[in-house]
């Protein structure tokens, strides 16, 4: 059965960094595009980044752009999210998910979602 398993959270102070891995089992991760998305309380759940299957395409959300990286390594079939400057109103648990099948790779159709992973940026 299709997995993914997000690692890397935890709190962080204001301006710091922080990595998120998405380790994925159960489909061809090679051939999927995937995405980071994150969800702040109170607050409905927002794309952040998606990159496509071989890694040569990306997007993010306006307000990350120059500080947030979406990246995959297909050989150890895990995604990441290289974030920095972060800020407290980032704090939020941060998903992973595959984009649905067949569609292209910045389609906003999503078939499978991991648990996510607390982020907290506090001093």
């Known amino acids: 059965q299709v997995q993914l398993v997000e690692s890397g959270g935890g709190v962080v102070q204001p301006g710091g960094s922080l990595r998120l891995s998405c380790a994925a089992s159960?489909?061809?991760?090679?051939?999927?595009?995937m995405s980071w998305h994150r969800q702040a309380p109170g607050k409905e759940r927002e794309l952040v980044a998606q990159?496509?299957?071989?890694?040569?395409?990306?997007m993010y959300e306006d307000s990350v752009k120059g500080r947030f990286t979406v990246s995959r390594d297909n050989a150890k079939n895990t995604l990441y999210l290289q974030m920095s400057s972060l800020k407290p109103e980032e704090t939020a648990v941060y998903y992973c998910?595959?984009?649905?099948?067949?569609?292209?790779?910045?389609?906003?159709?999503?078939?499978?979602w991991g648990q996510g992973t607390q982020v907290t940026v506090s001093s």
């Open positions: 998910a595959k984009v649905r099948g067949g569609y292209r790779w910045f389609t906003r159709d999503y078939e499978y």
């Open positions: 159960g489909f061809t991760f090679s051939s999927a595009a």
């Open positions: 990159i496509s299957s071989v890694g040569g395409s990306t």
